[in-house]
C-alpha cells in the first residue's frame, strides 16, 4: 500500500494513510537514510520510508513509501512497489482481511486503570504545595539556631525591621512592578498614602519608574493624586516630566490638580513647555492648566517657551500657548 509521510511540525511526522492520532515510534536506517514507521495501536503495520535530503516544512509530504503486514512471527515482508500481479493483489487483500480478523483477538499490554494511577501519582508528587514544603525545610536546614529563631518569630513580614524612612516596601514594591507584593503590605493595613523621607507616595515612585499597570493599579485601589512631596511636586509633575502621556491622562481621568505649583511655584505646564513636549503640553492646556500662571521668577509658561530661541519648537509651542483653548473634555 503506497502511503505519504508527512511532517506535522520540526519534531514529528504521521503516515497519511492512517489518522494522525496514532503516534508513530520511528527509526532510521542511518546508512540507507530510511525511515521506517510502527504504530504502537496498530502492531502489526509498519511503513519504509526513503528520507530524502530537506526536512521539509510542517504539513508538507517529505517521504513516499509504503506499508506491509507483519507477520505473527514479527519478521518484515517487502513492500509492493506495485509490479505484482493480480494474483499477487488478492493475496496482499487476504493478508490484510487475515490480519483485521486476528486483531479481534488482540491483547494489549495496555492497562489503563494503572496507567491513570500513575499519572495522578506523578502530578501530586510535583504539586506547587509539596514543592513548596520541600524547599523550606531544605532551606531551613541551612539555617543557624539564631537565624532559625528569627525566622520562628516572623510568620509575617515585620515592618519595622524592613523599613527606612527613605527605604519603604511600598514604595520599593510599586517602583518594582511587584503588584502582588504590593496588595499583601495593604492587606496587612499599610497606607497606600505613606510618604518617605522626600514626602513621595508609592504613586510619585511609580510615575517617576514609568509603571504604568502599577499606577493603574494604586488609582483603583485608591491613592490620592494630589500628594505633594516635600518639594511641593505632584505625581502629575512627574509625570509630565519623564514624558509619560498615557500616566497624564490617567491622572487627570482622576481629577489629579493641573495648576498644582511647587514649591518654586512651577505648574505641570512649566514643566511639559521646559521639556518641549507638544503633546503633554496640548493635553494640559485643553484640560484646563493656567498658561498665564508665572513661578516665583516671574515666569509664565510662554516666557520659558521664549527663552529658548528662535528655533521651530519655540514657535511651535508659542503658537499651542497662544491659540489652544481650555477644554475639559479633550481626554
Known sequence: MAVSLVRTDFSSWYVAAFAPSFVPALSIRPNLRDIVVGFPRLKRIQCSFRLPTGEGKPGSIIAEGSCSVISPQGHWED?????????????????????????????SDWDEENDAATRVKIVNNLSPNNY???????????????????????????????STRKWLPLHTFAL?????????????????????QDGRTALHHATIGKKEPVISHLLRKGANVNVRDQDGATALHYAVQVGAMQTVKLLIKYNVDVNTADDEGWTPLHVAVQSRNRDITKILLVNGADKTRKNKAGHTPLDLSLCYGKEFKSYDLTKLLKVVPADRNYC
Open 176 to 196: 518594582a512592578g511587584q503588584i502582588k507584593d504590593m496588595d499583601r503590605l495593604l492587606e496587612k493595613g499599610v497606607d497606600i498614602n505613606l510618604t518617605d
Open 132 to 162: 513548596e514544603e520541600d524547599f523550606a525545610k531544605e532551606v531551613e536546614q541551612l539555617l543557624s539556631s539564631e537565624e532559625r529563631a528569627i525566622l520562628e518569630a516572623n510568620d509575617s513580614p515585620c515592618l519595622e525591621r524592613i
Open 79 to 107: 513492500p509492493d512497489d506495485g509490479s505484482g500481479s493480480e494474483i499477487d493483489d488478492d493475496s496482499e487483500e487476504e493478508k490484510v482481511e487475515d490480519m483485521d480478523e486476528n486483531d479481534l483477538d488482540f491483547e
